[in-house]
């Protein structure tokens, strides 16, 4: 099962719709779900895998664009894979990225443990954390109703309030 999440999240719940200012969507799965199949199915849906980050077993995102689309990785789809972690006694998920240009250093985020159910985004079925809010809150901070623009007011490398700094 998958997840929206981050910004494909934020469109989501703040404006019913894709951010117009984003430029991929992102998705979760919890990593006990994930299998190597995921790529293959993928690709069989017509997305190209051009690029994964990290290990299955420490911290994962997959990324994939449509075959034959002028965009190519311009317009992608990340996958993040989100892991269980208990931490002074409360139970959080995390996932991570990784910082441009390099796509070496990682950047861990971090939002208090969520189940997931299933709504409808633009007439399709997908699942979202059923607490949205509190992921929202937790991920973007007490602002998030206030759009802010990659490059500009927000920087996924600094910007999150989820940004695990120990």
Do not use: C
């Amino acid at each position: 099962p998958f997840f929206l999440s981050s910004g494909t999240l934020l469109g989501y719940y703040r404006e019913n719709k894709f951010l117009d200012h984003d430029y991929d969507v992102d998705i979760g799965i919890y990593a006990s779900d994930y299998t190597p199949e995921i790529k293959s199915k993928m690709n069989e849906a017509g997305f190209y895998n051009y690029r994964n980050l990290g290990e299955p077993e420490t911290g994962y995102e997959m990324s994939f664009y449509l075959r034959n689309s002028p965009l190519n990785q311009i317009a992608k789809i990340d996958i993040f894979l989100h892991y269980d972690e208990l931490k002074d006694g409360i139970n959080y998920l995390y996932w991570t990225s990784y910082e441009i240009p390099k796509l070496v250093k990682k950047i861990k985020y971090r939002v208090p443990y969520f189940t997931i159910i299933e709504t409808d985004f633009y007439g399709i079925k997908v699942n979202i954390p059923s607490d949205t809010l509190n992921y929202i809150e937790n991920h973007y901070g007490m602002d998030w109703r206030t759009p802010k623009y990659l490059g500009k007011t927000y920087d996924y490398r600094s910007s999150p309030v989820s940004i695990v700094r120990d």
